[in-house]
């Protein structure tokens, strides 16, 4: 089945520690993305990336870092300098192009820094 | 900077009742216009999109919204909902010239059987 695989469902950390996100899809878009739900926010975009080897900024960028060396794979990773890191993140990915097209989402990963 | 707005944060109704939500964003360019809902314990699924022509665009579950470029708004409407329809509904805007996709601050809609 075609879709977006996010691991770990559930992650803890220590206070001070980097961890990172993995996101994968198989569904051979090229353009992807890292959202942070928090409640009462809805998703803010982190970092997105519309082909391989190439990302840019969302609007909460601070804090965190991302790669693109594969089209299937964009991970985040969380850098001790976030200073409020525990929240759901979701991957996303779809086909560019103008924008008319829909992202599909993972499930989710739940970040708990401790 | 390009936002969205949802204008309910939380939404409250009785089964059969009608429902709207509001959307709004700001952003002078041509945009592509999403919504999206969130059912408990699942991933975000899309509902219903606006790409180009007729303004009104059916979705599943019975959903529509109508998009009013004056107003740069893209309300979502059902007729009659369901207590299936509880969940959060997310409006979302793709800008054409980047692929960025920005999202609402979302709706939590609860039913009550």
């Known amino acids: 089945d075609g879709g977006i695989t996010q691991s770990p469902k559930y992650l803890f950390r220590k206070e001070g520690q980097n961890v990172t996100l993995s996101c994968e899809q198989n569904l051979n878009h090229d353009a992807m993305y890292w959202y942070r739900q928090d409640p009462g926010q809805g998703l803010r975009l982190i970092y997105y990336?519309?082909?391989?080897?190439?990302?840019q900024k969302g609007d909460i960028a601070e804090g965190y870092s991302v790669s693109r060396e594969k089209k299937e794979s964009f991970p985040l990773t969380v850098t001790s300098a976030q200073k409020n890191p525990t929240a759901f993140y979701l991957c996303?990915?779809?086909?560019?192009?103008?924008?008319?097209?829909?992202?599909?989402f993972g499930q989710g990963t739940r970040l708990t820094v401790v | 900077a390009q936002s969205v707005s949802q204008h309910n944060h939380h939404v409250i109704l009785s089964e059969a009742a009608s429902l709207e939500l509001g959307c709004n964003y700001s952003?002078?360019?041509?945009?592509?216009l999403f919504w999206y809902v969130q059912y408990p314990g699942q991933h975000l699924q899309l509902l219903l999109k606006?790409?180009?022509?007729?303004?009104l665009v059916k979705g599943i579950k019975g959903f529509e919204a109508e998009f009013i470029k004056s107003k740069f708004s893209f309300n979502l409407r059902k007729p009659s909902v369901q207590w299936s329809d509880t969940a959060e509904y997310f409006c979302?805007?793709?800008?054409?010239?980047?692929?960025?996709?920005?999202f609402g601050k979302g709706t939590r809609l609860h039913i009550l059987p």
């Open positions: 979302a805007v793709n800008l054409n010239r980047d692929d960025k996709i920005i």
């Open positions: 996303a990915s779809s086909w560019p192009g103008q924008g008319n097209t829909e992202a599909f």
């Open positions: 606006y790409f180009s022509g007729d303004p």
């Open positions: 990336s519309q082909i391989v080897n190439d990302f």
């Open positions: 952003y002078g360019g041509t945009v592509n």
